[in-house]
């Protein structure tokens, strides 16, 4: 028998900071100002909104993104702008289902992005309200990765594919740092339960297959191996960075 020891949400969320850093989410006004919302970023693009101070959220990060990397095209800094915020969701989710047993409301109308922040992705909660893990899919997935997903596919046709395994990578490394710091803190039912939900998230049609489920490499690559020096990365599909076709860089 596992027993589960949770600490009950607080209005802060300083539990989750302990985790490590894709793990942390701030509550509040940003010291900075008001940031744009999630909601306001997986949305096209206004010509109404010059007062913005970023413009299309989305596009000044995957812009910020491609400069910082020297990605050759916009869709490797699309996609590796992708995979670091679909990380941070599924930090914060299981990170708060593992310590908690609760949930934050992560709605894209309450979280706050500065897309100009460095990595990992900087994260403001306007209002911390609890929901149960019952609905960490419907949180993290239907309510963040498919209209991110559907954002970047929109302005860089990135593959669908890419993108979920993106994802799939994502959950599989959260899952890795929670059964770390489980171990490293003498809660082995924490990681159990980490390894547990994931297999139910990976259940999903988006989510399955995107993994070898007896090594955990994903079967698409991120593209990373094309941003100079980038070689590929540790779950890859590839074992080595696959050569340019003729005509490309």
Not at 222 to 229: E, I
Request: proline share 9%.
């Amino acid at each position: 028998m596992v027993l589960l020891v949770f600490v009950d949400l607080d209005p802060q969320l300083t539990a989750l900071g302990a985790l490590g850093g894709f793990f942390a989410l701030r509550t509040g006004v940003p010291p900075r100002g008001p940031l744009p919302t999630l909601a306001r970023a997986y949305a096209r693009p206004r010509a109404d909104t010059p007062e913005e101070v970023y413009g299309d959220p989305m596009t000044f990060r995957v812009g910020k993104v491609a400069k910082s990397i020297g990605a050759p095209e916009a869709r490797v800094a699309a996609s590796v702008a992708q995979q670091g915020l679909a990380a941070r969701f599924w930090s914060i989710a299981l990170g708060s289902a593992v310590v908690h047993g609760q949930l934050p409301d992560l709605d894209p109308g309450l979280l706050r992005w500065d897309p100009d922040a460095g990595a990992p992705d900087d994260l403001w909660l306007a209002e911390v309200r609890a929901r149960p893990v019952t609905e960490l899919d419907e949180v993290v997935r239907a309510g963040h990765l498919v209209p991110l997903s559907a954002a970047l596919r929109d302005r860089y046709r990135v593959s669908p594919g890419l993108l979920w395994g993106n994802a799939g990578s994502a959950l599989a490394g959260a899952v890795r740092q929670l059964d770390r710091w489980a171990l490293g803190h003498g809660r082995p039912e924490a990681g159990e339960r980490a390894r547990t939900l994931a297999a139910g998230l990976f259940a999903h049609p988006d989510l399955a297959g995107t993994l070898d489920p007896r090594t955990l490499r994903r079967r698409s690559c991120c593209l990373y191996y094309r941003v100079p020096g980038g070689g590929v990365c540790g779950d890859c599909c590839f074992d080595r960075a696959p050569r340019p076709a003729p005509g490309r860089s």
